[in-house]
């Protein structure tokens, strides 16, 4: 049995003591895995980086194949960090596997102890209660030799009284003996004195007895209460082992508790990086299968839309021919009539001589090509340019095209302005990939003709006719061939493809 105790629950010290144990195995092992889970999201965000600059190189690209190349380019990123993570839960899981082996074992070792100290502190009880029976034992026998030994001691002292000295009512021995009336008297009184004197003898004998049993007594009393003193401190110290040992057991066990829940999570976390990691695997698979198909419908459509591009310079290409010589016969007239003029105003001055008066002819200025600044055409649109003008590799076909425009990233939906007043000389949809297409011309200028091109519009405002510079033409998208929502301003030079910095 157990001794009470003075309180049946761990003390303040002892609680927060087990609580920091187990506070403090949980941190450790998450901080384990918190210093490595960094690692891998640094991994990762390193990789949403490279994808995300795909967006530009895969600009002029269809959705579908763009998607095909990005969901593959994903999982390849994705793979090595999963493979990462699954190494990294398995090791987590051998941690807490062993930590839970290992509290486990303490836990074992901290109850084997605490049934130890039980049984060590049941036994001392036991002990305890014998020699305390014994010392109530010897308290009663001693009382009770106590009280014999007055008794007879007063028996003594007046046999003693009536031998010596005699009594009222009883003569004593000597007057028996010296009192006797005959003989045979002598003889009677004689026989008393004897057996007097035996009584006497024996209670002697007795006394004696008694005196030297309670002189043991005393001694063994003495002996017992020594023992239960001792026993009693044992008891004490039993009592503080058994409670400490049942303080750690129950630490113990909190840990085990701890050390178990953390091996069920690590369980979890690697059975879930490896059915990822499994996931991604197939996934994989399926995106290359789907990969290879859409670039085989990409080189289909990027000959369709080279078929296109041609046609569409062709067209540009006559319009600047015929833009150029309307610009010649405007000019050729201009100079005719400026001729013409000078002609008139000659003869007018050769007429007023012959009449004695003079006149100055009006000589009209030279005739000369219409001057154009550098920064002629306006911005469509204000964002961040996402791409310039010039050759791109693509990472999906394998070679270098060129990228025949700016690209600014505005939200689908933005208004896009008329660079410079001119025609509409095409609005709608363009099969080669530029979805919603505004073409505006704007007639020769340093040269050549000028037309500029705004490209993915969500919505087409302007369809046909002339455009104020600012004048609004449409809303930004993302149709076509675009990864996302910009504006593709393009500017063309007898339709030939330049850098729209060198007219902006």
Not at 233 to 249: D, N, Y
Not at 264 to 275: D, P, R
Not at 293 to 299: D, F, L, S, T, Y
Not at 395 to 407: I, T
Request: net charge positive; hydrophobic share 40%.
């Amino acid at each position: 049995m157990w001794l009470v105790r003075r309180s049946s629950k761990p003390n303040a010290r002892t609680r927060w003591t087990a609580l920091g144990l187990v506070v403090a195995c949980t941190i450790s092992l998450a901080g384990g895995l918190g210093a490595r889970a960094d690692d891998v999201e640094d991994q990762k965000r390193k990789a949403d980086r490279r994808i995300a600059a795909l967006g530009q190189q895969l600009e002029g690209t269809s959705a579908s194949l763009a998607k095909a190349y990005v969901n593959l380019q994903k999982t390849r990123a994705a793979i090595p960090v999963a493979e990462q993570r699954v190494a990294q839960a398995e090791a987590a899981l051998a941690r807490a596997q062993q930590a839970q082996a290992q509290a486990e074992a303490t836990e074992a070792r901290a109850i084997a102890a605490e049934d130890k100290a039980r049984a060590h502190n049941e036994a001392v009880a036991q002990k305890l209660a014998v020699a305390q029976a014994n010392e109530a034992r010897a308290a009663d026998k001693l009382a009770e030799t106590s009280t014999q030994l007055a008794s007879s001691q007063d028996a003594l002292d007046a046999y003693a009284a009536e031998v010596f000295q005699g009594g009222a009512v009883t003569e004593s021995q000597l007057g028996m003996v010296f009192g006797s009336t005959s003989p045979q008297d002598f003889a009677n009184r004689l026989v008393m004195a004897d057996t007097a004197s035996a009584v006497a003898s024996d209670t002697i004998d007795q006394l004696a007895a008694m005196t030297a049993d309670t002189a043991a007594t005393k001694a063994y009393l003495t002996s017992v209460r020594g023992e239960i003193a001792e026993l009693k401190r044992q008891a004490e110290a039993a009592l503080q082992a058994a409670e400490a040992a049942s303080a750690a057991a129950t630490r113990a066990r909190e840990q085990a508790v701890v050390a178990k829940n953390n091996a069920i999570t690590a369980t979890s976390n690697a059975q879930a990086a490896q059915a990822e990691l499994e996931s991604l695997n197939a996934k994989q698979t399926a995106y290359a299968a789907d990969l290879r198909e859409q670039r085989a419908n990409e080189k289909a459509q990027l000959a369709a839309a080279e078929r296109e591009a041609a046609r569409l310079k062709a067209i540009l290409v006559e319009r600047a021919r015929q833009a150029k010589l309307a610009e010649e016969r405007r000019l050729a007239k201009l100079k005719a009539e400026r001729e013409a003029k000078i002609k008139a105003e000659r003869a007018k001055a050769a007429a007023a001589a012959r009449k004695g008066s003079s006149y100055t002819p009006k000589i009209p200025a030279p005739v000369a090509r219409k001057t154009t600044p550098s920064n002629y055409l306006s911005y469509p649109a204000y964002g961040r340019t996402t791409s310039g003008f010039g050759m791109r590799w693509h990472p999906v076909l394998q070679k270098w095209m060129l990228h025949d425009g700016l690209d600014w990233g505005l939200a689908c939906g933005t208004p896009v302005y008329a660079a410079a007043p001119g025609t509409v000389i095409s609005a709608g949809w363009r099969e080669s990939g530029w979805g919603n297409q505004v073409l505006i011309d704007h007639g020769i200028h340093r040269g050549v003709d000028l037309v500029t091109s705004y490209n993915h519009l969500s919505s087409i405002v302007k369809w046909g006719g002339s455009v104020n510079r600012g004048q609004l033409i449409g809303y930004s998208g993302t149709t076509g061939y675009s990864t996302g929502c910009h504006l593709h301003f393009g500017v063309y030079e007898d339709g030939t493809p330049v850098n729209p910095r060198n007219w902006l």
